[in-house]
């Protein structure tokens, strides 16, 4: 149901065994690669010098290097019962790598592909026909610099909007601390009164927000040009799009976590009167150690306000086609609410999975989404996601992931 494309055997590999469940199993840290067979030892090498090692010869035992801990361990002494151990990620850099490995091998995305690699393609098109990159960082104003230290590396990039981090040393040599500057840029024919409404709506949103799975925004600040920067707690741990991208699928007890801590964000968001609608993989972080934060305010809405008991309705079409709820095509207004919990849903779907359900919500336009209406119908329900006859362990994405 997941892909218009069937499993595909890779060449060269034995029978039985995908590719793609192979490098999946690798990041999980289940196995290791395949290695050539060793040559035989020969007397040259017992007597050559370069075979050992330079500690070796000093009479010092050398220290075996440890392997790195799996990215997700069951720990029945931990809280939850599990252990994240996620690697500090650059996002940016991470899907150029994948960009530049895709381009070389010269692959066609078809039309109706339901891989997440495949929105990542047509999103990459869009930001690199919007953005201009400023390689040397914002022209930041001093305000900016002293509070937070010099912007630096790219760990993120969007249409209208570069994320950088920041590095703010601390006194007495202790080091520093990091931020996530978001650098706007303002739409194409948006007026000035619009850009400036635009980003404090979204700041006042999000900086009223205090919760362990909502993302902590510190400050709004204009740079020397006069472009707004909203400063926010910076998560080393990447996004969540990036994590499964490059993961193939999340399993179970993984995916879960993360989607038990999503959906106690989007509860307290709706409790504070306020909807994302724009709730996807890529507006998820992650910290190091597997705490996921909701961030990017820019479709937030407020549905009730503090001295309102009812909700109001809301209109307005928003988000990325596959998160994007059916009511918001087919209503004129409709419960925000509603439209989060549904993109939760497809979120999990995509986790679990590494695929879209649909392009789009719409019968009409999506055979996959006709298919699901219809089989909603079905007295027996939905098995076991990992029933579905479209789910393989092949992962496309794969192909292109980084180790």
């Known amino acids: ?39 035989k030892t020969t007397s040259n090498d017992k007597t050559s010098d370069k075979s050992v090692p330079p500690a070796a010869k000093n009479g010092v035992k050398p220290v075996a290097l440890k392997d790195p801990p799996p990215r997700f361990v069951v720990n029945g002494d931990a809280q939850g019962g599990h252990d994240h151990f996620l690697k500090q990620s650059r996002r940016q850099e991470k899907l150029s790598d994948m960009w530049r490995t895709l381009l070389g091998k010269k692959q066609e995305i078809a039309e109706n592909d339901l891989s997440l690699v495949s929105s990542w393609v047509d999103t990459l098109k869009l930001e690199k026909e919007a953005a201009t990159d400023k390689k040397n960082g914002p022209n930041a104003s001093a305000t900016l610099v002293e509070k937070y230290g010099k912007c630096q590396e790219v760990v993120g990039r969007g249409a209208f909007g570069i994320v950088r981090i920041s590095h703010k040393k601390l006194d007495n040599g202790g080091g520093e601390k990091l931020f996530a500057v978001k650098e706007f840029r303002r739409r194409p024919d948006e007026t000035e009164r619009r850009y400036s409404k635009r980003l404090t709506s979204e700041f006042c949103i999000s900086s009223s927000l205090r919760h362990p799975n909502v993302i902590h925004t510190l400050d709004l600040l204009k740079d020397a040009k006069g472009d707004y920067c909203e400063v926010m707690e910076y998560c080393a741990g990447g996004d969540l799009y990036t994590l499964v991208l490059s993961s193939g699928k999340l399993e179970v007890q993984e ?42 305010f820019g479709n937030g809405e407020c549905f009730r306000m503090a001295w309102e ?36 849903g497809v979120i999990y779907m995509a986790m679990r999975t590494g695929r879209h359900l649909w392009r789009v919500a719409k019968k009409d336009e999506d055979e996959f989404y006709a298919r699901y209406l219809e089989g909603r119908r079905d007295e027996e329900g939905y098995g076991p996601i990992e029933s579905l006859h479209r789910v393989s362990s092949y992962i496309p994405c794969c192909d292109i992931c980084v180790l």
């Open 309 to 344: 008991q009812e909700a109001h309705m809301v209109s307005g079409l928003c988000g990325s086609a596959p998160y994007i709820a059916p009511e918001e095509y087919t209503d004129k207004e409709f419960d925000a609410r509603a439209v989060d919990v549904w993109a939760c």
């Open 255 to 296: 995916a879960d976590c993360f989607f038990k801590q999503l959906m106690r964000g989007v509860k307290y968001l709706h409790e504070m009167g306020v909807a994302h609608r724009d709730l996807k993989p890529e507006n998820l972080l992650l910290t190091t150690r597997g705490v996921l934060k909701i961030t990017d």
């Open 1 to 39: 149901m997941f892909s218009t494309r069937d499993s595909q055997r890779i060449r060269g590999e034995s029978p039985g065994r995908s590719r793609g469940s192979s490098i999946t199993a690798m990041l999980n840290g289940n196995t290791t690669p395949h290695s050539p067979p060793a040559r």
